[in-house]
């Protein structure tokens, strides 16, 4: 195994400022993966364990081998669609294998070195990319939001348009969206209050959000979707379920996950980055990213879990709660551990509604509308290729869009040079 792949001493800081940021940072990010990591568990198919199990084992295993110091992995809402029908065909049984085989074929990608080829990805499709993402995860809180099933459907798009027309058939929940608006309000205002009382203690404002949203229902006994149950047991041996006799049939599906977990997990390290504005010497290493998602998915499917793969959405939280090193990703799963086996009781009562503002707030950063205005006005070429990709990400799927954003920049500047 090359010695460039593996961790270093220098990648992890201990001193008491660091920690507690990283700390701060973890377990915020893991208030907000937890309902996601059980709902993406339960929505693909297996179980809201299997969910937890990934969020933890691979969140872990993908912080401490991989090459960003801002990246936080786990189940995703892109790996659940392409599980859906695979699980639906071959049975749960198949994912230990399925899993081994991604996680296997990922971390040859980085053994080859393909991690690079990301960073040759236009600006342009990368941002679109980025764009189309904060609106799916923004999409995806509207049954929370509404306090109701998700409707049917296998699009965002398509989803979020049958959940609204349920809702307006029962009836809104203004209940459900007041705490979602009271989350939003907390959220944004929460930062520019603490600047102006000169506060220096730092506590996330998502973290704060939900704090309030809890305590308000709590307070005033509002009836309202909460997390609801968390399974209090953490993974399973699960490689007894291998067949190699199913190998013929599972590597087509193993090699589709592998891809979506490079390029979603690439991506993901590479927007957190640029959220931070990270110098060049700390800016993440591809080839290290993958295999470290390698190992999560790899590790993480034999143990209960599910293919993993860098999460956009939980990322952008950690660097938002001002994470320092890795060792806040590390922190994440750990407290996921701790949710899961000793909290779950507590933890349990935090208002959905509350998660789907968070995630809100956190896709509106994610866009960041200022950023995207500045994008449309350079070239009528580079905007172009950003809406494109963008729309595609958002109506058909995350590599179709970065497929087809892809092409577009090279016709377009193929055409331009001509």
Not at 53 to 64: E, M, N, R, W
Not at 127 to 132: L, M, N, S, V, Y
């Amino acid at each position: 195994m090359p010695n460039n792949l593996l961790p270093r001493r220098h990648d992890y800081r201990f001193d008491r400022t660091t920690f507690t940021k990283d700390l701060i940072a973890g377990v915020t990010v893991a208030v907000v993966a937890l309902p996601l990591a059980l709902g993406f568990g339960l929505t693909s198919g297996a179980s809201a364990a299997a969910g937890l199990t990934t969020a933890i084992i691979a969140g872990f295993l993908a912080a401490v081998f991989g090459g960003s110091k801002y990246q936080v992995s786990g189940p995703t809402g892109a790996m659940t669609v392409v599980l859906i029908p695979i699980i639906h065909s071959y049975g749960i049984r198949a994912i230990p294998f399925l899993g081994l085989l991604a996680g296997a074929i990922v971390i040859l990608m980085a053994v080859l070195r393909l991690g690079k080829i990301i960073n040759r990805v236009p600006w342009s499709v990368v941002e679109g990319f980025t764009a189309g993402i904060a609106c799916v995860i923004a999409l995806q809180q509207i049954p929370l939001a509404l306090g109701i099933k998700k409707g049917e459907g296998d699009r965002s798009l398509v989803v979020a348009w049958h959940t609204i027309t349920n809702a307006l058939d029962i009836g809104i929940n203004w209940t459900s969206l007041s705490i979602v608006a009271l989350t939003l309000c907390v959220k944004f205002t929460y930062p520019a209050l603490i600047r102006k009382l000169k506060i220096r203690i730092h506590i996330p404002a998502s973290f704060v959000a939900i704090v309030v949203a809890l305590i308000v229902v709590q307070l005033f006994s509002l009836h309202i979707n909460t997390i609801g149950n968390i399974p209090r047991s953490v993974g399973a041996w699960q490689g007894n379920e291998i067949n190699a006799s199913d190998f013929a049939h599972l590597i087509w599906p193993a090699f589709l996950i592998a891809v979506l977990c490079a390029i979603e997990s690439l991506l993901s390290a590479r927007v957190a980055d640029g959220m931070v504005h990270t110098t060049s010497e700390e800016r993440y290493h591809p080839n290290r990213e993958l295999f470290g998602q390698g190992i999560g998915t790899a590790i993480a499917s034999l143990f209960g879990g599910l293919p993993a793969t860098g999460a956009i959405a939980r990322s952008s939280v950690n660097v938002r709660a001002h994470a320092q090193t890795r060792m806040a990703a590390i922190l994440h799963a750990v407290a996921l551990l701790f949710v899961a086996l000793v909290a779950a009781p507590w933890v349990s009562h935090i208002p959905a509604a509350a998660i789907a503002g968070v995630l809100l707030g956190t896709s509106y950063r994610i866009l960041n509308p200022r950023s995207l205005k500045e994008s449309l006005r350079t070239t009528k070429r580079e905007a172009t290729v950003l809406v494109v990709t963008a729309v595609a990400t958002l109506g058909i799927d995350l590599i179709w869009g970065i497929g087809i954003g892809i092409m577009l920049y090279a016709v377009l500047h193929f055409k331009a040079k001509s």
